[in-house]
């Protein structure tokens, strides 16, 4: 599962920047990028990238809908990745 293992290190590493580049725009004031959008990210996979980059830049950690949510989306790939490699077989990595 080559594409796989490519497509999780790819989603992680965009979902890192992203919180990256909102705190940089928060602190002078330009657009933003969205919430739905920061967790759009980590429901697409990117739950350790989006976690890692929460505490790296010290950004969204005090919003509930972020310091609860990403690590409950994180569980619940976690979840789904042992269940369908138990159950199924699956081999992802």
């Not at 790819?10 to 657009?31: C, H, Q, S, T, Y």
């Not at 980590?42 to 969204?60: R, S, T």
């Not at 609860?68 to 989306?73: A, D, E, S």
Request: hydrophobic share 55%.
């Amino acid at each position: 599962m080559e594409v796989f293992t490519w497509y999780v290190l790819a989603v992680n590493i965009f979902a890192f920047v992203l919180f990256g580049i909102d705190k940089e725009r928060a602190k002078r004031n330009l657009w933003r990028i969205s919430e739905k959008t920061l967790l759009l990210a980590a429901l697409l996979g990117g739950a350790p990238g989006a976690l890692a980059g929460m505490y790296f830049f010290h950004h969204k950690t005090r919003k509930p809908k972020f310091s609860v949510g990403v690590p409950v989306i994180l569980a619940v790939q976690i979840i789904l990745v042992f269940v369908l490699k138990q159950c199924m077989g699956i081999d992802f990595l």
